[in-house]
C-alpha cells in the first residue's frame, strides 16, 4: 500500500473499519494517523490515533485483546480504510465481541447481539475441532471422535440426526434446539475430519439463495 496515495483529513486522519477476517462482523471503527499505518503494517498488530488522549495506541495495550492484521485495505477515494484483522478476545470495552451489538429499533440498552455472532461462534467451534485434530489431548471428547475415524463420527450425526427427528416430532422447543446443537456440532466434527471449513458450506448457501425448483445436477431443491 502506498501511503503517499492515502488522503488524510486536516487533522492527519483515517477512519478505520475494522472486520473480523474470517466471518465479516464489523467490530469497531477508530482512526489512524500515518504513523498508526505504518506501526500496523510493521508490526502486524493493529494501532490507532487516540483523539482523546492525543497519542497513538495499540488495540489491546492494557487489556490483552489485541487485533492481529491479516489485510487493509483502502476504499476507492482513498480516504478510508478497511482493516481485516484476527480478535484477540472481546472487540468492545464492554466485553462483547463487537462494539455494534444494539438495535436502534429495540429497547434502549437491550444489548442485543448482531446477528453475525452466529458465525463467529460456529467458527470458533470448528477452531478448537481443528486443535483437537492436530493436537488429541487426554480426556477431550472430539479427540475421542476422532480417534474412533470417520465410522464413529458418522453414526454420531445419525443418532444426533434421530433425536432431531424425535424432539420436533414431540414439539418440545427445549429439547428441538439442544438436539440441534448437538447435531450442529456433530456435523462440524465431521467437515473438520475432511477439512471442510464452515465458509465454504456458507459459500454454497449463497450460492442458492433465492433459486427455486429442482437442482438438475444433483436433483437437490434450491435455497428458496
Known amino acids: 500500500m502506498d501511503l503517499n496515495r492515502l488522503h488524510f483529513d486536516e487533522r492527519g486522519l483515517l477512519p478505520a473499519v475494522v472486520q473480523d477476517w474470517r466471518d ?13 499505518v505504518e506501526r500496523t503494517l510493521v508490526t502486524q498488530s493493529v494501532h490507532f490515533w487516540s483523539r482523546s488522549r492525543n497519542r497513538l495506541w495499540e488495540k489491546g495495550e492494557t487489556s490483552g485483546h489485541r487485533l492481529l492484521l491479516k489485510d487493509m485495505f483502502a ?14 478476545g472481546p472487540t468492545c470495552h464492554t466485553g462483547e465481541r463487537t462494539c455494534f451489538f444494539t438495535r436502534l429499533d429495540g429497547e434502549a440498552g437491550d444489548g442485543t447481539k448482531t446477528e453475525a455472532a ?3 461462534i460456529v467458527r470458533r467451534v470448528y477452531e478448537t475441532i481443528q486443535e483437537r485434530k492436530r ?6 471428547y472430539v479427540s475421542r471422535l ?7 463420527m458418522l453414526k454420531k450425526v445419525a443418532e444426533e440426526a434421530g433425536e432431531v427427528l424425535l424432539a420436533s416430532k414431540n414439539g418440545k422447543r427445549e429439547e428441538i434446539i439442544y438436539e440441534t446443537a448437538d447435531l450442529l ?11 471442510v471449513t464452515p ?3 456458507y ?5 442458492r439463495h433465492g433459486q427455486s425448483g429442482l437442482r438438475k445436477d444433483k436433483g437437490q431443491e434450491g435455497g428458496g
Open 24 to 36: 465479516g462482523t464489523v467490530l469497531m471503527v477508530g482512526y489512524m494517523n500515518r504513523e498508526a
Open 75 to 88: 476504499d476507492c477515494d482513498r480516504d478510508t480504510l478497511l482493516v481485516k484483522a484476527e480478535p484477540i
Open 118 to 120: 452466529w458465525g463467529g
Open 135 to 140: 493436537s488429541p489431548q487426554s480426556g477431550s
Open 146 to 152: 476422532f480417534a474412533g475415524g470417520a465410522d464413529r
Open 185 to 195: 456440532f456433530h456435523t462440524l466434527v465431521v467437515l473438520g475430519y475432511h477439512d
Open 199 to 201: 465458509e465454504e458450506i
Open 203 to 207: 459459500r454454497e448457501l449463497a450460492s
